[in-house]
Each structure stands twice: as C-alpha cells, then as structure tokens.
C-alpha cells in the first residue's frame, strides 16, 4: 500500500485541427490505506487521470509519485498496481484459478505457493466453490469477483479501479459494493475508483473528488461533498434528485427570487456562512443588485395544501420510488423537484402549495457558481434520501 501523490496533471491530446486537454492543473494527495474516488460526468478527465496514476498514459505535464518515488518515466507493469477495468478481462481458456494466480506466475512465484494464496483471496470474495470452472461458466458479477480476486492476489502498491461495475444489473451492484467495501477494509488496500456513479461514490469512499472540465472542484468525505459543496456544479451533481437552482438578487440584508409567474420569495444568508465565504465582515446589503442563484434538494421542500406554503405550483406527476415519491411540479414553465414520504392527501394535475426549510438553502455566486453563503444548517449525507428510497450511503 503507498500514498499517492498527484501534481500539476496535465494531459493534452492531439486531435483533428488542433489539441484537446483532457487533464488540466490535477493535484491529489491520496494518504495510505484510503479509498478515493474520482467522481464525475463522461468526459471531466477521470478516467485519463487515474490512467495517468497507473502508468497507462503518460501526462505532457505533472508528477505522479508513489509514496516519495517519482513513478511519472515508469510504465504501468514496473509500478507494482493493480488494476480493474468496466471490461473484465478475464482468460477465457484457463479455469479460474489460473486467473487469480496468473499474476504470481508472472513474478515467478512458486506453483503451491500461488495456489495456495489465490484460493485464500478467493474464499475472502465468496467464490472460492467456483474456482474450477472457466469464465464461460459464470455469472457477470461473479467474473467480476474473480477479476477482482486477481487483482488483489498480489498484494500491490495501489488498487486502481475503472468503472468496474458499469455493466453489472442493479441488483448485482449492490452485492458488489457491499463485496467490495469489506476487501478493501480487510485488505487494507489503498484505492484509487473512477466512477459517475454517486451511489457508488457515497458508500465506498473515504474521500470524493468531484471532476469537471478536465479540472477538480472539490475533494472531501462523502458529507462534505454533499453537506458543504463548494460550487454549483458540486451542488447540483451530488444529490439526487438533483438540487432546484433559482435566480435571484440582493436586495438589501435578503436575496429575492422571483419565479417564473412573477411569485417573490425572500431568503436571509446565514450571517457566520457569509462572513466565512467572502473573508470580510461587509453587509450582505453592499451586495444589493448582485445576481445570486438559490439552491434547495427536492427533501427540503414539503407539499402542502393550496394556499399554504411559499409558492404555489402545479403538481404534474408523481413517481413512486419506493418509501418515497419524487413530485415534478410547475410554475408556468419552471419545474419544480419535490421528494415526499406520503402524498396520499395530493392528486396530480391539481394546484398545491409548496413549503420551504429555510434552513437547508445554498447560496451561489451569479457569476462563478461559488458558493457564498448559507440558508441554514448544513445536512449530512445519511439524512438525504436518494431515488431509491433510501440514505445515499444505504444500500
């Protein structure tokens, strides 16, 4: 296991009529033992980086180190790591316990002796009745075991992880996050994982880096990320259902957001968040005219009665998920994203009145997207309620 350091990380391609950067200014310290996941839309530079750490790839600029060894000249079989790919790349002409043992073969270990720890590693991922048969002969999540089996065998310096469970089922994800998780803290294997999945990323990691843009936005545990992000972007793709964003402006010590049919709602920035934000003690009414967006999770908003409430929209659908129900509602054109326990009381296609917890809003800069200020207490990750019904960290 080593600590893994990233610097400056710059990767640029070149393409037809000019250049691409896929990577552009990457820094990451990743401490021994921890479980880091890059975390991001397709095409924010992930995957390139986490090549880049393991060899696959060589950066036009930035230094890779592994522990104090600068690892950037050396190709990825001469950097002991292990690594798992969205393709399971197994050989499909030797039965399973060849598979696993592969990788000690190759470091010219002896016969008894990788037998022997590849069907420890084995018993450790649950498959070890299925280590006589060939691939052919097994489920896709249990191929993906056995890759994983593989990787782990040899005990390398860093486990480096791609997208592996993209082409499982839902249900097979689930099993195989659980699989996972309990490994990686029996092996203690430090983790480098590239996901978009944030399911995936809430309940694995010990830290998320969020990626866009070829850039990092914010690296944090799986709460901070979510409870306390630093911008827009990292409101908005961290959380689902995914956070409602509303314009606004200063209006002396409040911010006003005018929807889409005229109707005014008022909000106070947190007095303690601001001053944290904006390093200065100023009042929020040297801001007046400012443009600002205003942000709230769907779990924060409650539908109540027609004529209660901050706003008055239109119900339009409700999707059942599970315990919960994810409500789309309307105001003129405007949609609205409501998450509630019980809407036996509510019918779609009628007009309710929608509540708002103060408490639990984000300010954001017009220009920036930089988070500036606060509404209220910040939530934490095992609080929200996914789309599934359950805390993000739950399976």
Not at 128 to 157: F, M, N, T, Y
Not at 302 to 317: C, R
């Amino acid at each position: 296991m080593s600590r893994i350091r990233v610097d400056e990380l710059r990767k640029v391609y070149d393409v037809p009529g000019g250049q691409e950067v896929a990577v552009n200014g990457v820094n990451l310290d990743i401490p021994d033992t921890d479980f880091l996941t890059l975390l991001g839309p397709s095409g924010c530079g992930k995957t390139t980086t986490l090549r880049c750490i393991a060899g696959l790839e060589t950066p036009t600029d930035g230094t890779v180190y592994y522990d104090d060894e600068d690892v950037t000249p050396k190709p990825a079989q001469e950097r002991d790591i292990s690594m798992v790919f969205q393709e399971i790349a197994l050989y499909p002409h030797m039965k399973c316990i060849d598979n696993i043992a592969y990788p000690l073969k190759v470091r010219g270990v002896p016969k008894e002796e990788r037998y022997e720890r590849a069907r420890e590693v084995a018993e450790v991922l649950e498959v070890g009745d299925l280590v006589e048969k060939h691939p052919a002969e097994l489920s896709g999540g249990q191929r993906q075991r056995i890759a994983i089996a593989r990787a782990i065998v040899r005990e390398p310096r860093a486990f480096l992880m791609d997208e592996p469970m993209t082409g499982l089922d839902e249900k097979l994800k689930v099993i195989m996050r659980k699989e996972l998780k309990r490994v990686v803290e029996e092996t203690n294997q430090t983790v480098v994982y590239v996901t978009h999945s944030q399911e995936e990323a809430m309940m694995l990691s010990d830290h998320i880096a969020v990626m866009n843009d070829g850039q990092i936005e914010q690296v944090g545990s799986p709460n901070e990320v979510y409870g306390e992000p630093n911008n827009k972007f990292v409101a908005t793709f961290v959380g689902m259902p995914e956070m409602n964003i509303w314009s606004g402006h200063v209006s002396g010590e409040t911010i006003e957001v005018e929807l889409e049919d005229g109707q005014l709602v008022e909000f106070k920035p947190r007095d303690d968040a601001t001053r944290a934000k904006r390093k200065d003690n100023n009042s929020w009414a040297d801001r007046t005219g400012d443009g600002v967006e205003v942000g709230f999770r769907p779990q924060a908003l409650s539908i109540v009665p027609e004529g209660d409430g901050d706003v008055t929209a239109d119900l339009k659908i409700i999707e059942p998920m599970g315990e919960n129900n994810l409500c789309y509602l309307e105001v003129d054109d405007q949609e609205i994203r409501v998450v509630e326990e019980d809407v036996t009381d509510f019918d779609e296609q009628t007009t309710v009145g929608i509540d708002i917890n103060r408490s639990h809003g984000y300010v954001f800069d017009g220009q920036t997207g930089s988070t500036i200020a606060r509404t209220g207490d910040s939530p934490t990750v095992e609080a929200v309620e996914s789309t599934s019904g359950h805390a993000a960290t739950d399976d």
